[in-house]
């Protein structure tokens, strides 16, 4: 570790005529009011300024007590120019863990400030506003529903508390996105020189793409490298899997009439012969000549006479929705919600969250019968593309397949089907500022958290590994979550060192011989969990013995059932519409006006749901429902609050939920913010 830098903020200091003085290495030195030493007990610890990250600079600290859990713990909390953290009396931070899963609140992570002087003087601090009062207790509300409330001692310490409260609003206020997110070396093994292995395959080169494939058994596609220097696209990754037999010429040509460039191509290939694929809107406003059209269904149909369109966005919320959804989550989740108690449950509804969790798991067990009755190619078209198709085909994938539900798939899954793929992390977790933000990822594991609830035999991932993963979307440390597209992380990569070298214009290749420091991912645990609470990642409750590796031969199973020639349709409001044609270029009238209704909506659970006569044309013939496959129930009470999650601000209720096992061990560190 560095030695930090300790300055004060604009005008911090001087308010009450203090000075604070840069950290030698010879240790932090202490505040000093009018030339004359603090007493010591209000002196930084020298521990305590190790712990910082390289650039990272302390600008305020007060000694207090974090309060709302049991028992109280005494310590410091400081301010500095990238997280606020709080350090209990005694507890030193690990080199090699250097951020704390629990006491660190990253700047940009702090959704609401508050001070609070007495019973009933509270105000709100908004980045830039002064500060009214000397406030005895501070509370930082998460954008991650974490707490962090913190009552300073008396005696004499009201300049800190004051300083320390104004140094938070003001490093809010200036907090730089560039500076913040520009990829920060967070442990010994970030500041390693030579190459490291991710723990997981991040997909940035085209023998990542290609194990892939062979390890899906997809062997009618090929991995295309048209779009290694971003020319296609630059929200796609440099590698993808097209049909074997397009060339790509006839790809550049196909992936020109779909919206931002993003045309039909695999997500995943079902062992018993059926393929997902995922694309963007037709661009309507094109006009394709003959040949581009026949590129274009020819990579639809992917080898298979049976085809569905899948309408993605229809009948889920919009990203508008999605977003003001979460706001009225997180502020009906906060100790002081306005919402009455006996109308807690009401106004829960209200907030329409679990609706949107209710009809993303319709969908995608819908989708799911798509793909596994019978061989078939299954395209989920969203006009981005790059918000809901990801959601749905990582959800399909977990009821689908077994593989997908160990720790090691799982993690797989999203590198390929969110981070690859490029699902806009900044914009949509509302770190750019920018309108579009929605955050569809945290729906996601919102939903993986209510399969995880049913069917707990059948997930080898703990609760406490999603709720790592939900914070970590908040943490400013890896490229992972921190930018909106492959081309931006990969020139980001580029410049301070990724995996692999990564093209982008500009950028050099170093010299022979020289080695270069590795850019972690936020698949790196080891970051910021020790190896005790990275043992709790995996559910004790996991059956192997349901979840076979190979549960499905890669031949063609007898269950799955070829559908009839050059059959076309679209699936949208839970029916089967047949199609004159797969694209929307032709003179013809694309939609016969013949309905076939599928999987109807009176099913009461996802056991009846089973059972339920399709209304499949009879010349389909019978299809059961293959093994391995999960069909959650989505109706009233199978929906779920995930509480450990959204009610960390209220640890009382926390404490209340736990089983008495659980909270016997209330003394790990993972569990003490639950």
Known sequence: MVAAEVIPGPRIGEAWGLTLHPLQHSGPKCVQRTGMLEPRSQQLDGHVASGCLPGEQILAWAPGVRKGLEPELPGTLICTNLRVTFQPCGWQRSQETPLSSEYDFALVNIGRLEAVSGLSRVQLLRPGSPLKFIPEEILIHGRDFRLLRVAFEAGGLEPQAFQVTMAIVQARAQNS????????????????????????????????????????????????????????????????????????????????????????????????????????????????????????????????????????????????????????????????????????????????????????????????????????????????????????????????????????????????EWVAAGHPFLTRLGVTGASEEAPVFLLFLDCVWQLLQQFPAEFEFSEFFLLALHDSARVPDTLTFLRDTPWERGKQGGQFNSYTQIYNPGYCQPPAGNSVNSQLSVWDWDLRYNSEQILQFHNPGYDPEHCPDSWLPRQQPSFMVPGPPSSVWLFSRGALTPLNQLCPWRDNPSLLAVSSRWLPRAAISSESLADQEWGLPSHWGACPLPPGLLLPGYLGPQIRLWRRCYLRGRPEVQASQLPQSLASRMSYPIFRSF
């Open 177 to 416: 996105q560039v500076q913040q997110y520009a990829g920060i070396p967070l442990s010994k093994a970030g500041q390693n020189t030579g190459s490291r292995k991710p723990p997981v395959p991040l997909l940035e080169t085209s023998e990542d793409w290609e194990a892939e494939r062979k390890k899906q058994g997809a062997r009618g596609w090929r991995v295309s490298t048209i779009n290694e220097r971003f020319d296609i696209a630059t929200s796609l990754p440099r590698y993808f899997w097209v049909p074997k037999r397009t060339l790509d010429s006839e790809v550049r040509r196909a992936f020109g009439h779909f919206h931002q460039g993003r045309g039909p191509r695999l997500s995943w290939h079902h062992p018993g012969g059926s393929d997902l694929l995922r694309c963007g809107g037709f661009y309507t406003a094109s006009d394709p000549n003959k040949e581009d059209i026949r590129a274009v269904e020819s990579m639809l149909q992917a080898g298979h006479s049976d085809v569905v369109l899948v309408d993605t966005v229809d009948e889920l919320p919009s990203l508008a929705d999605v977003q003001l959804a979460h706001l009225r989550l997180r502020a009906l989740c906060l100790p002081d919600s306005p919402a009455a108690e006996e109308k807690w449950l009401s106004a829960l509804e209200g907030t329409r969250w679990l609706d949107y969790v209710r009809s993303c798991l319709r969908k995608a067990s819908d989708i799911s019968v798509l793909v596994t009755s019978r061989v078939r190619s299954v395209v989920l078209q969203e006009r981005g593309d790059r918000d809901f198709n990801g959601l749905l085909s990582s959800l399909v994938q977990l009821l689908s397949v077994p593989e997908a539900r160990t720790l090691l798939g799982f993690q797989s899954l999203v590198q390929r």
